[in-house]
């Protein structure tokens, strides 16, 4: 049984920019609800830690903070691919609000 609040829409393919410490960590766009997303980055981030997201939408720069609440690290032989990360984003912006609605009206 799934315990999200939250409907988590697929979006894959968005660019994202992670920031920690002013170090800029490309990023792909997973999913998307709105209290959260998940990306796919080859950098790995303690858990919990707050971290800057900015990404384009719509010719809009969105700016927020996340939380890192979880990371699923490949083992063995998929050790070198991008790990997803599950993220918490912390006072969702009015502009970030209005990219999920919009697109789940879209049905995407």
Do not use: Q
Not at 49 to 75: A, C, D, P, Q, T
């Amino acid at each position: 049984m799934d315990s999200r609040k939250a409907v988590r829409l697929k979006m894959e393919g968005i660019e994202v920019i992670l920031i920690d410490d002013n170090t800029h960590f490309p990023a792909v766009l997973v999913d998307v609800s709105e209290s959260g997303m998940s990306v796919k980055c080859t950098h790995v981030f303690p858990t919990f830690k707050e971290i800057g997201i900015f990404f384009n939408y719509n010719h809009h720069k969105l700016e927020m903070k996340g939380s890192v609440r979880w990371i699923n690290e490949h083992v063995g032989r998929y050790r070198d691919k991008m790990k997803e990360i599950g993220l918490l984003i912390l006072n969702p912006p009015e502009e970030y609000l209005d990219f999920v609605r919009e697109n789940n009206e879209n049905g995407e």
